[in-house]
């Protein structure tokens, strides 16, 4: 069985600051991990993933996210918030026993971006 | 053109009438999947399907049934509507492979009076 555990269901920063969004994974075999993003009112586009290459994965617009594997961590971060950020993101992680391979998603979090 | 494609947008509906949601893709995925969004649950998984004879149930299928018609095409039908079936239905098509990207269609948002 896999899980993800997203802290925080919002989070707010001001522009230009550091974004972190938290996630937690677990799984009885080696995952495979995503972020995806989702701007209001539409669907959900791919930001990054870790496919057990370089565990440092740099991603769409400036973002990037670390596999640790002690803390079962990919947690994701931006240097600097853009207005444009503001979305819910989702952490996910891919389901590789038997046959299948589904994504199990957190419950996501809200970014919101002030000036 | 968008690549993944759901009819209809929006969609309001009565408690125990059938609807049918409709996805298509011309990426040439052969891998479909449905979920549902509700706030604060994420997306939770109600039937995938690898190619046209295969499909399976997610973790959320009672209330719902699928047809895969063409490696295109994937509807999922709601046989008596109930309104905590009101949600964001998302559909999504995958190239095998765990470790691929699924790819999102817009989302239909039905509501069930």
């Known amino acids: 069985a896999q899980s993800v555990t997203q802290l925080g269901s919002h989070v707010s920063v001001s522009e230009g600051a550091l974004v972190l969004l938290r996630c937690n994974y677990s799984s009885s075999v080696p995952p495979y991990l995503f972020w995806y993003v989702q701007y209001p009112n539409q669907g959900l586009q791919l930001l990054l993933k870790?496919?057990?290459?370089?565990?440092l994965v740099k991603g769409i617009n400036g973002f990037e996210a670390e596999f640790k594997k002690s803390e079962t961590s990919f947690h994701l971060t931006k240097p600097s918030a853009h207005m444009s950020d503001a979305a819910e993101y989702f952490c996910?992680?891919?389901?590789?026993?038997?046959?299948?391979?589904?994504?199990?998603f957190g419950t996501g979090t809200r970014l919101q971006v002030t000036l | 053109d968008a690549d993944v494609t759901q009819t209809p947008r929006n969609r309001i509906t009565k408690t125990g009438k059938r609807i049918m949601l409709e996805c298509s893709q011309t990426?040439?995925?052969?891998?479909m999947y449905w979920y549902r969004q509700d706030p604060g649950l994420g997306l939770r998984l109600i039937y995938y399907s690898f190619d046209v004879k295969d499909i399976n149930k997610g973790e959320i299928s009672d209330g719902y049934s699928v047809s895969r018609q063409a490696q295109a095409k994937f509807s999922l039908s709601l046989e008596s509507a109930i309104p905590n079936q009101t949600a964001l239905y998302f559909c999504?098509?995958?190239?095998?492979?765990?470790?691929?990207?699924?790819?999102f269609g817009p989302g239909t948002r039905l509501t069930v009076l």
């Open positions: 870790y496919t057990s290459a370089a565990t």
């Open positions: 996910a992680v891919s389901d590789m026993t038997g046959t299948a391979s589904k994504l199990t």
């Open positions: 999504a098509t995958q190239l095998a492979g765990g470790y691929n990207e699924q790819f």
């Open positions: 990426k040439g995925h052969d891998r």
